[in-house]
């Protein structure tokens, strides 16, 4: 990864943007749920500065067509999510969330992008 390259990943911290990466899919309790990894320049809870990489999952809402459309995998629902990490570094913070989560560097979107586009195909817009 280039150093400052537009539009990428490291870009986004540097100008304070929270990135997002859907990790793949796991089943639980007869629901579909979405495992996502986060980092996140800017976490208002953090009272040291660095970078906040969490890890998290959200009921799927909508069609399980959607898994597709995030070219989401499903995951071993027994895998325990990684523990949060501070990192001070913006492209560190990068390297430790792939290395924890299984993040890919070609899939970091903006804070937000893949919420509003599943929210978009819910609601039948292109």
Not at 35 to 41: F, T
């Amino acid at each position: 990864m280039k150093y400052l390259e537009p539009g990428s990943p490291l870009m986004a911290l540097k100008w304070m943007t929270a990135l997002e990466q859907c990790l793949g899919w796991v089943r639980r309790d007869g629901r579909l749920r979405i495992r996502w990894v986060r980092v996140d320049p800017r976490p208002e809870a953090l009272t040291v500065p660095g970078i906040l990489v969490t890890s998290h999952e959200a009921d799927l809402v909508g069609a399980p067509r959607l898994l597709r459309r995030l070219g989401a995998t499903e995951l071993d629902p027994d895998a325990a999510l990684p523990p949060d990490f501070i990192i001070p570094d913006e492209s560190e913070a990068l390297l430790t969330a792939e290395r924890e989560t299984g993040a890919r560097r070609d899939r970091w979107v903006n804070e937000a992008v893949e919420g509003w586009a599943i929210l978009r195909e819910l609601r039948g817009h292109p």
